[in-house]
């Protein structure tokens, strides 16, 4: 059952497996609620990436 139109079910595999392709080639890591939550959790060496990059520049590791 979908709460507020979103999806409880993989809808497209193919879709999905291209994302994750894409994802794993840019070296894009998407946070957990955790994190979002409580930004102090991310790994240490996730956080000493993000130092290096511009938080208003579109890059891979700018999801965090």
């Known amino acids: 059952m ?3 139109g979103l999806e409880q079910d993989l809808v497209d595999r193919q879709v999905y497996e291209r994302t994750l392709a ?3 080639e840019a ?3 998407l946070p957990t609620f955790a994190e979002l939550a409580d930004p102090r ?3 240490a ?3 000493s990436r ?3 990059v511009d ?3 579109p890059h891979p590791a700018n999801v965090c």
């Open 27 to 29: 070296k894009i890591v």
């Open 50 to 52: 993000l130092a290096a």
């Open 45 to 47: 060496p996730i956080r």
């Open 41 to 43: 959790s991310i790994a």
């Open 2 to 4: 979908a709460r507020l």
């Open 55 to 57: 938080p208003d520049r």
């Open 22 to 24: 894409r994802f794993r």
